[in-house]
Structure formats: C-alpha cells, structure tokens
C-alpha cells in the first residue's frame, strides 16, 4: 500500500454530511406534501358532497381551498420531482380533477378542460372517470326528486366521458390504471341508461293515466 494515499475520515464525513442534507431535506418535503394530499383529498371529498346537498357556494370553497393546497404541493417539490411522481400527488390531482369537474358539469353544465382543471393529462382522465360515479348518484337524485326528465343531459354527458376514454387505449405503464376507470365507467353508464329509462317510462304512463283520467 506504500505510495497510495488513503482517504481520510474526514472526507466521509463530509460526503455523508453533504448526502445526509439532502436527504433529509427529501423525507421533509415528502411528510409535508403527504399531509397536504391528504387536506386536499379531504376538501374534494367535502366538495362534492356539498354538490350533491346543494350548497354551491360552500362547494367553490372548499374546491379553491383544494386547489390551493396542490400549488403548495407543487412548490414544496419542485425541486424533488421524484417524490413528485411517487403516487400520492397523482391521487390528490386524480381527485380534484374529479371534484372540480362535478362542480363544473352539475351546476354549469360545463366540460372544462385538461389546462382550466390544471393537473397533469393522465389524472384529467382519471378524474373524469371517477365523476360519472358521482354523476350518476345525481341522476339518482333527480329520479327521487320526480326529476328523471332532467337527468337525460347528465346521462349523455356519463356516456361522452367513456367514450373520450375509450380513446385512450394505450399501457398501464403510460396511462397508470385508466382501463380499469374506463370499465367502472361503461358499468356505471349501462345501470344508470336502466334506471334513467325505467323512470322515464314510469313517468310516461303516470302522465297518460293522468290525461285519461281528465278526459273522462
């Protein structure tokens, strides 16, 4: 070993120094972003109940709390994209996405857009495939409200989203899980054309038996 140079403790001691920051500084922002997609999750799940009660202006609330809390999200890892693309940012987005677009199609009778949602593509579709669940708790709604007639726009708009998904045939590996939103979709759109059509006939023969009765 005569003429080589060890390298001294010292130089560990900083390379684990250096590495350990970093580190550190990672696991940080993960916890963070972790309680945040979580308060985010929360706000959307709350939104969307609020649709459903009809208390609109407490629904934009707590979606614009929602979506301030995913900014922080994105700030807070800007400089860590790994933990970014981890999973659980995905999830959070998946579902204000999800939220948002309920809000939008129920009290707008608006599609918005990949770029007005702001989250990545794949977690557009996602979402968009999780609101015809909530969709068809909607037209549910309306059918026990005596409402069926009101319910056809919604049920045109479930069917739109399945189709737009069915656009994207591509690997699990690009799209993380679509297919399988996209079957839930076409499950939930073929119960909820049933139940819509059923209550619309319902509706029809209610309506003539109550003009043959005024006939008489």
């Known amino acids: 070993m005569r003429g080589i140079k060890m390298p001294g403790p010292s130089i560990f001691e900083s390379i684990s120094t250096e590495l350990l920051r ?5 696991d940080r922002a993960r916890e963070e972003a972790l309680l945040l997609s979580r308060k985010a999750i929360r706000l959307c799940s709350s939104s969307i109940r609020s649709v459903h009660r009809g208390e609109i202006e407490e629904a934009e609330r707590l979606i614009d709390q929602a979506g301030e809390e995913l900014e922080k999200i994105r700030a807070l890892l800007v400089n860590h994209q790994d933990v ?9 987005e998946q579902e204000y996405a999800e939220a948002l677009s309920v809000y939008s199609i129920i009290t707008r009778h608006e599609i918005l857009s990949p770029d007005e949602i702001g989250v990545e593509r794949v977690n557009y579709l996602a979402g968009l495939g999780d609101a015809t669940g909530e969709l068809r708790r909607h037209i549910l709604d309306l ?3 005596g409402r069926a007639k009101d319910g056809e726009y919604y049920l045109q708009v479930m069917e739109d989203i399945y189709y737009l998904l069915m656009l994207f ?10 297919r399988r939103k996209s079957d839930l979709a076409r499950s939930m759109l073929e119960r909820t054309r049933g139940d819509l059509t059923n209550a619309l006939e319902i509706s029809r023969m209610e309506s003539s038996l109550l003009k043959n009765q005024y006939a008489k």
């Open 84 to 92: 970014r693309y981890a999973g659980f940012v995905d999830g959070a």
């Open 169 to 178: 045939d591509y690997p699990d590996a690009i799209t993380r899980g679509l």
């Open 143 to 145: 059918i026990r409200s």
């Open 22 to 26: 970093g580190f550190d500084d990672k």
